[in-house]
């Protein structure tokens, strides 16, 4: 089951950076990504009334459920979306992948999980293998202050999304349902995000053209209500810092897909980071420690 929830994650994630390019341009990217998570958010409340799942919780359990919208449901993606406009794809890709180390670092701060042996091995070959993918993008790359400007905005998300797995950890101690903690933090979410639509002042827009509709639709149903559902749970049942391995993996398929849609060719380095990504897998998957840090 775990394999699968992986597999899932990946293969959704990974194609969802296709279908964000066709949200940009027409509509300005708060109100799309607030368009997404208000779609999820709708069809998530309808799961848990048909399934009866408890929504009742005390205020303490609300505030944590405010902290995982601002940070895994409308800022987080907010944040990337502007950051994507200032880098390359490829890049984006490489800097969130900084969320493997950040989370390892804040669970050994906050819940004194010491990463092992393997699991810093596993993270450090899938970010050589995103590096090796990424290469000639980075190789090309003309720094500027719109460059620094995207980067930061990038390494901000990342500690927004790494963050967020932190408030996702402490409810699942306080054994709360995932289901619950996913519509309530996309309720919080899409509160926030139609606030900053308001005080942004920008007007409201919206694009009838199919791509921006089915691109919306994905992003919403399977990107979003699905994609949460198997990476929470799978955050759950093997902790942030493998969880967040998926981090690693999804760019390989955006990649893939860029390959079929964009055109793009691969290279001797692709090859090499696709190999570092496998071995990385490897490593950061298996249940037998190598060894824990002391």
């Not at 054994?175 to 942004?200: E, H, Q, R």
């Not at 089915?214 to 799978?234: E, H, K, M, N, R």
């Not at 999804?250 to 090499?272: G, Q």
Request: charged share 10%; glycine share 6%; hydrophobic share 55%.
């Amino acid at each position: 089951m775990t394999a699968i929830l992986f597999i899932v994650t990946v293969l959704i994630w990974g194609t969802t950076f296709y279908a964000i390019t066709l949200q940009l341009g027409d509509v300005h990217p708060i109100q799309s990504v607030f368009y997404r998570f208000s779609i999820a958010m709708v069809v998530m409340w309808a799961i848990v009334i048909f399934r009866k799942v408890n929504v009742r919780y005390p205020l303490k359990t609300h505030i944590l459920f405010f902290f995982l919208g601002l940070l895994l449901f409308s800022l987080n993606y907010v944040v990337v979306y502007f950051g994507t406009r200032h880098l390359v794809s490829g890049l984006v890709s490489i800097i969130f992948s900084l969320i493997i180390p950040l989370n390892i670092l804040f669970y050994w701060i906050f819940f004194n999980d010491k990463p092992t042996l393997g699991l810093i091995i596993g993270s450090m070959l899938g970010l050589s293998g995103i590096t090796a993918l990424f290469f000639e993008d980075i190789f090309g790359l003309n720094v500027s202050d719109s460059v620094i400007l995207g980067a930061s905005l990038t390494l901000l998300s990342a500690f927004m999304a790494s963050s967020g797995n932190v408030v996702a950890h402490l409810l699942k101690v306080r054994d709360i349902n995932v289901f619950s903690c996913n519509t309530w933090g996309m309720t919080y979410g899409s509160l926030l995000l139609f606030i900053a639509v308001v005080i942004s002042g920008e007007p409201w827009q919206f694009s009838f053209k199919p791509e921006y509709i089915f691109s919306l639709l994905y992003l919403s149903l399977a990107g979003t209500v699905i994609a949460f559902w198997t990476y929470l749970t799978l955050l759950q049942r093997i902790g942030a810092p493998r969880a967040a391995y998926v981090s690693v993996v999804f760019p390989l398929v955006a990649l893939l897909v860029s390959t079929v849609y964009e055109d793009l060719h691969w290279s001797l380095y692709k090859i090499l980071g696709v190999i570092l990504i496998v071995s990385g897998n490897f490593f950061i998957v298996q249940k037998r420690a190598i060894g824990t840090l002391k």
